[in-house]
């Protein structure tokens, strides 16, 4: 592994992306990576090296880490220094399709900054690698539980990938946060069971969908840490690398109770990819991908 430069995970993105801030730092989720960004035919390559900033999430925090804000890279703001200028905001999440064809979607707030009342795949900024991130956000957006006929086999279910941290305590908190949060609005039959569900279990990774997807590969201070096939789009005008990764479910959507897995209470619904949900507001990433 390569040595940590005196910046530190807070200031600079080589190290943040050494070291990522646990949960329980208070910056956890705070601050992101930036990264250089060569995109190719069906191929696009990320370069973090130590000497590049993080970027903050809000002024207070970048102006006491000197780093840019998100708002800043977005928009070019002229405060960054020129050599920074050309660093990306990158962000990564998770394209999950059910064998009867059918996407797990969230309805953005009416009050988002950006692409407000939009749909939206679970995904948000990269503060670790492409496949951590985009596993870290599709266990905390989507609650997924599996239902089917047979109780005793009902369970929620947090998504797993080889060689990442285990999912399986938040996923523990998010039930109950969401077995009380239907009793509160009022389906009693459906907190019963919430609560009657077992503790969360990992499910592998399902397969990635095999073809026409794009490469993506990560270097760290030069050298290859990952590798990853999914779904790629450069947004100018945010200055963002949309990153998704593909995957199916094994099961058909109807055997699964979908909701919003963060606090919000988002609308959440399975879609099926057509002109019905073409005509609905969506992500600029979404509709570039699905229609
Ligand atoms: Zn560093």
């Given at each position: 592994m390569t040595a940590s430069c005196r910046l530190g995970p807070e200031r600079c993105s080589a190290c943040l992306l050494q070291a990522p801030l646990p949960v329980e730092h208070p910056h956890y989720d705070q601050v992101y990576l930036l990264g250089l960004v060569t995109s190719g035919y069906a191929r696009t390559q990320v370069s973090i090296s130590h000497g590049m900033p993080t970027v903050a999430a809000t002024p207070a925090l970048a102006e006491k880490l000197g780093?840019?804000?998100?708002?800043d890279v977005r928009r070019g703001a002229p405060?960054?220094?020129p050599r920074h200028r050309e660093l990306w905001l990158l962000s990564s999440g998770v394209l999950l399709l059910s064998r009867d064809g059918k996407l797990p979607l969230l309805r953005r707030d009416a009050g988002a900054p950006t692409a407000a009342?939009?749909?939206t795949e679970p995904a948000g900024r990269c503060d670790r690698s492409f496949a951590a991130t985009g596993l870290n956000e599709l266990n905390e957006e989507l609650f997924l539980a599996l239902l089917g006929p047979d109780p005793e086999r009902q369970r929620v279910v947090a998504f797993q990938a080889r060689g990442l941290p285990d999912a399986l305590p938040g996923k523990e908190l998010q039930r109950a946060r969401v077995?009380?949060?239907l009793v509160s609005a009022g389906h009693p039959g459906w907190?019963?069971?919430a609560r009657r569900l077992k503790a969360a279990e990992t499910t592998q990774w399902?397969?990635?969908e095999g073809s026409g997807l794009d490469e993506l590969v990560l270097f760290h201070d030069g050298a290859e840490i990952e590798r990853l096939r999914g779904a790629s789009l450069l947004d100018r005008e945010n200055?963002?690398?949309e990153w998704r990764l593909c995957y199916r479910l094994g099961l058909p959507a109807d055997h699964w109770l979908l909701l919003d897995g963060e606090d919000y209470g988002r609308e959440a619904r399975w879609w099926t990819p057509g002109p019905e949900l073409a005509a609905q507001p969506l992500t600029p990433a979404l509709r570039y991908w699905l229609t």
């Open positions: 780093v840019p804000t998100v708002s405060s960054i220094p009342g939009a749909w077995a009380e949060r907190d019963d069971l399902l397969l990635p200055h963002t690398l």
